[in-house]
T-cell receptor, first 112, second 113 residues
């Protein structure tokens, strides 16, 4: 049972490049989330999807887009990467928004 | 927006001591109060959670207490061990357009033997 799988694990981009981070869960969860984690800032919610077919902005959505492709998959896209988006990105899923969240291993993204 | 504050930001204890981390939140509609543990370089993992109809919950050496009137909840770890060293996050739910968790900035707990 893989849980939440994120790809890639590491990525280096140049400013202005685009990239999609992939996330898939095999727990049949309804809700999925994207967070970024920066030193001293905790986990900040970028976007979330309470159920298949819906997406909502979190605290820091600017510069990102998401797609809930189906119940299993939730992708995060950076259209024009900026150095301020250098961070560790975590995907998570849960049965509902008030149930425990299960996290992937994260993607370390560096933008030069 | 929702304001979540954790105190202290760092905590150092000797093995066997108790540790307490407090989380204060602003949304009076919050009903779900989890705590997550993140070891260095790893993903966050839920260690305990509580809902608004319960005042306290225990799981072996870990407990969470909730004071909904004062809008704070606390993580209690007894008989600390070196493997308890990690960053701990509170994440109360926040209800606005939808419902999501808002994570505090974290408390770094160091347990020395």
């Amino acid at each position: 049972n893989a849980g939440v799988t994120q790809t890639p694990k590491f990525q280096v981009l140049k400013t202005g490049q685009s990239m999609t981070l992939q996330c898939a869960q095999d727990m049949n969860h309804n809700s999925m989330y994207w967070y970024r984690q920066d030193p001293g800032m905790g986990l900040r919610l970028i976007y979330y999807s309470a159920s298949e077919g819906t997406t909502d902005k979190g605290e820091v959505p600017n510069g990102y887009n998401v797609s809930r492709l189906n119940k299993r998959e939730f992708s995060l896209r950076l259209e024009s990467a900026a150095p301020s988006q250098t961070s560790v990105y975590f995907c998570a899923s849960s049965e509902s928004s008030v149930e425990p969240q299960h996290f992937g291993d994260g993607t370390r993204l560096s933008i030069l | 927006g929702e304001n979540v504050e954790q105190h202290p930001s760092t905590l150092s204890v000797q093995e066997g001591d108790s540790a307490v981390i407090k989380c204060t939140y602003s949304d009076s509609a919050s009903n779900y109060f989890p705590w997550y543990k993140q070891e260095l370089g790893k993903r966050p993992q839920l260690i305990i959670d509580i809902r608004s109809n319960v005042g306290e919950k225990k799981d072996q050496r870990i407990a969470v207490t909730l004071n909904k009137t004062a809008k704070h909840f606390s993580l209690h770890i007894t008989e600390t061990q070196p493997e308890d060293s990690a960053v701990y996050f509170c994440a109360p739910d926040f209800n606005q357009a939808g419902t999501a968790l808002i994570f505090g900035k974290g408390t770094t707990l160091s347990v020395s033997s």
